[in-house]
């Protein structure tokens, strides 16, 4: 592996720290503010408030790497004083609309001791299962890896081509180059080869036939209730007449 580093970046000092209004005015220039932490060869770092010009960094940058390249820093004060270290982008943050880069956190480290990067999966490969209609399933796309800042590897390769319809590979199964380690949970799936989504059934006989026999037995009931309605009447009407002929009898005497 290429131990190289990659590209050099200047920063400033920055004095200003927490003010709005200076902010403003770095961006103006196309600068941002930022911080500096984390160890060196000389011990540990603490949080130093920086400028840093973002066109200066984008080109720091392989754009292979991005974020794990290992940056070259050049931190200068006032006075014409200047401090070296071996540094990652640790994190950025955006402006939520223009999308524009506002502040820059760089992780000084140490190039003989270990650092946690996140190094993104590649999968390569056609499973097996797909003869069967097996689905590749990506449930990681990227592992937490710890290595000497020189040996963060650009990408891990994961060949999904043996995968048979259920079968799983782990972040346990994943090759890593020397010298690099996961930290990501050793038991966690990465990637599956699902079986194909049944089709959801959608014949007559299982669906609407059962629905539209329902729906012709209720006119069915319907219809004994009704034919059964004017057998009820005359039933009691029945009675009601058979009630009326005793009072008709003492008439029938006079």
Do not use: W
């Not at 400028?51 to 794990?68: E, G, I, W």
């Not at 003989?112 to 999968?123: H, S, T």
């Amino acid at each position: 592996m290429d131990t190289s580093t990659v590209g050099k970046l200047t920063v400033s000092l920055r004095t200003t720290a927490g003010h709005k209004g200076a902010s403003r005015g770095l961006r103006a220039k196309g600068d941002v503010p930022g911080v500096c932490y984390g160890a060196s060869t000389d011990g540990r770092i603490e949080p130093l408030p920086i400028t840093v010009n973002v066109k200066a960094l984008r080109a720091a940058l392989d754009p292979v790497r991005k974020q794990n390249t290992v940056i070259a820093l050049t931190i200068e004060s006032e006075g014409g004083k200047t401090r070296s270290l071996s540094a990652l982008v640790k994190d950025y943050q955006l402006h939520a609309t223009r999308r524009e880069i506002t502040h820059v956190d760089l992780l000084a480290v140490d190039p003989n001791k270990e650092v946690v990067a996140d190094v993104p999966l590649e999968f390569i490969g056609k499973p097996a299962g797909a003869i069967d209609g097996g689905q590749i399933r990506i449930v990681i796309r990227e592992l937490a890896l710890k290595a000497k800042p020189a040996d963060i590897p650009v990408k891990i390769s994961v060949d999904v081509s043996p995968l048979e319809i259920g079968d799983v590979i782990h972040v346990s199964s994943i090759t890593l180059p020397a010298g690099v380690t996961a930290v990501t949970g050793r038991d966690l799936a990465v990637v599956t080869c699902a079986a194909p989504e049944e089709e959801k059934a959608a014949t007559p006989a299982d669906g609407a036939a059962p629905a539209e026999g329902a729906a012709a037995a209720a006119p069915a009931a319907g219809a004994k209730d009704a034919k059964a309605a004017p057998a009820a009447k005359d039933a009691k009407a029945a009675p009601a007449a058979g009630k009326a002929a005793p009072a008709a009898k003492p008439a029938a005497k006079k």
